[in-house]
């Protein structure tokens, strides 16, 4: 199925998102700095490697993650929840998206250079898209992972 043009601007747009992960009933939500790479249909993120959610995701891949404008412009506000499954990319497979995503936000490499930082591809599955009249628009890209809610 084809992404909804709200989803991609979104996608294109933004720069932060919220991650949530879990693992044995303990949920955790982190702000993260995301690139998005329309010709994989891959959401990159990165984080130091010793923390716990990349230890989450190493666990439990399955994540969900929050992407939201606030409108302007003459755009209405939006907000997105996207659900996937998360790979922390071991190190002799990171460069590419680690050069992706440190050539989208340059001023943020203290988050994504150095070898401590693990760098984490999302497979998104599937999507709710919600406007300010609480109309709600559901997107899936055809793929299931096993434990995506």
């Given at each position: 199925?084809?992404m909804?043009?709200?989803?991609?601007?979104?996608?294109?747009?933004?720069?932060?998102?919220?991650?949530?992960?879990?693992?044995?009933?303990?949920?955790?939500?982190?702000?993260?700095?995301?690139?998005?790479?329309?010709?994989?249909?891959?959401?990159?993120?990165?984080?130091?490697?010793?923390?716990?959610?990349?230890?989450?995701?190493?666990?439990?891949?399955?994540?969900?993650?929050?992407?939201?404008?606030?409108?302007?412009?003459?755009?209405?506000?939006?907000?997105?929840?996207?659900?996937?499954?998360?790979?922390?990319?071991?190190?002799?497979?990171?460069?590419?998206?680690?050069?992706?995503?440190?050539?989208?936000?340059?001023?943020?490499?203290?988050?994504?250079?150095?070898?401590?930082?693990a760098?984490?591809?999302?497979?998104?599955?599937?999507?709710?898209?919600?406007?300010?009249?609480?109309s709600?628009?559901?997107?899936?890209s055809?793929?299931?992972?096993?434990g995506?809610?």
């Amino acid at each position: 199925m084809k992404m909804p043009p709200e989803l991609f601007k979104l996608l294109t747009k933004e720069r932060f998102c919220s991650l949530a992960t879990s693992h044995r009933d303990h949920p955790h939500v982190f702000l993260m700095v995301f690139t998005f790479l329309e010709e994989e249909g891959l959401i990159i993120l990165s984080s130091r490697a010793d923390t716990s959610k990349v230890r989450h995701m190493q666990n439990n891949p399955a994540v969900s993650i929050l992407l939201y404008t606030l409108g302007g412009d003459g755009e209405p506000p939006l907000s997105c929840t996207l659900y996937g499954t998360a790979e922390v990319l071991h190190p002799d497979r990171d460069r590419y998206y680690r050069e992706r995503h440190y050539r989208n936000h340059q001023e943020m490499g203290q988050f994504i250079l150095g070898e401590q930082i693990a760098v984490i591809a999302v497979r998104i599955h599937r999507a709710a898209l919600s406007d300010v009249e609480d109309s709600v628009q559901t997107w899936s890209s055809g793929e299931s992972a096993t434990g995506d809610t």
